[in-house]
């Protein structure tokens, strides 16, 4: 798979950043594609890969009603003529309950809706039940799973080769992190002198911390901060709301609350607080989450 459009470096400015010595810039990944944009796509190119070395029938993923990676896996189908189904966490729900999944259904990919205790079920087993395989009439045999959240090896690969695309030296490559399979790729390319930064936007200290080393080798070149989950996943508050507006007015750089708006949000806080040595170069990554539907 070639990159639809490479990614490029902006940088930041702001008074903060020369009052501490310090140089923040974006790798904008949501720009190189406008559904598979952001982290989705690297962890999503060497699976497709993988689906038609293997001649699988059917691409079948996990995800919540708002999935960015349900949305892009969907896209990706559409694109490279892919059969995919999207096991939905929430039997309440159907292909118009919001414009995320009525994209997905667009795309052709088939939802299938579970209730919470069955897609428990389904996602751990990585396998569909018999009432699932009798409504799409095949079996598990055809099937090529990618986890909820895409984490496996073959995304950890894809994310490996995100640093190559910042074309100036830095100290620090920093990004939000859910399932720590884009932090694991970006840990296996970096230099000696480099080091990966990770903001967690959930609760997951320490087991967080294990997954990741357990998809990058044991690589140890990395720090999670727990300090700005707002709460867990997808939990915000006025205070991160406020900031992703200004954000957006000062820089003319969208984010959301859920993964870059807590990203950015710390990273001004950490450097308020001098967690950066003065002199620290910073690439921070807009992992997408931010898209516009057609209507």
């Known amino acids: 798979m070639k990159i639809p459009q490479s990614p490029v470096v902006v940088k930041i400015k702001d008074s903060i950043f020369s009052e501490k010595g310090i140089s923040l810039s974006v790798l904008r990944l949501d720009e190189i594609h406008p559904f598979i944009s952001g982290n989705k796509w690297y962890k999503l190119k060497y699976n497709i890969e993988e689906f038609f070395r293997l001649k699988k029938e059917y691409l079948v993923t996990f995800g919540g009603a708002y999935s960015n990676h349900i949305v892009a896996t969907a896209s990706a189908g559409k694109e490279y003529g892919i059969k995919t189904i999207g096991i939905i966490r929430g039997d309440e729900l159907t292909e118009d309950s919001n414009p995320s999944l009525r994209f997905a259904a667009q795309c052709g990919m088939e939802l299938l809706f579970a209730t919470r205790d069955e897609y428990r079920?389904?996602?751990?087993?990585g396998l569909l039940?018999?009432?699932?395989?009798s409504e799409l009439g095949t079996q598990n045999?055809?099937?090529?799973?990618?986890?909820?959240?895409?984490?496996?090896a073959f995304a950890v690969q894809g994310c490996a080769e995100i640093p190559a695309s910042v074309n100036s030296d830095f100290d620090f490559?920093?990004?939000?992190?859910?399932?720590?399979?884009?932090?694991?790729?970006?840990?296996?390319?970096l230099n000696e002198n480099q080091q990966a930064i990770g903001v967690s936007v959930l609760h997951g200290e320490k087991f967080l911390e294990n997954n990741i080393l357990k998809m990058n080798g044991d690589k140890n070149n990395f720090r999670l901060i727990h300090d700005y989950s707002f709460g867990g996943y997808a939990k915000s508050n006025d205070e991160l709301d406020s900031f992703c507006n200004t954000f957006l007015q000062q820089h003319h750089l969208k984010i959301e609350p859920v993964y870059t708006g807590k990203l950015f949000f710390a990273l001004y806080n950490l450097i308020k607080k001098?967690?950066?040595?003065?002199g620290s170069?910073?690439?921070?990554?807009?992992?997408?989450?931010?898209t516009s539907f057609p209507q």
């Open 121 to 125: 079920q389904l996602r751990n087993s």
């Open 129 to 133: 039940n018999v009432r699932m395989i």
């Open 141 to 152: 045999s055809e099937l090529y799973i990618i986890p909820e959240g895409g984490p496996n």
């Open 173 to 189: 490559i920093c990004c939000a992190c859910g399932t720590g399979a884009t932090l694991a790729g970006i840990t296996t390319a």
């Open 274 to 278: 001098d967690f950066f040595s003065r």
């Open 281 to 290: 170069k910073i690439i921070a990554l807009h992992t997408g989450g931010i």
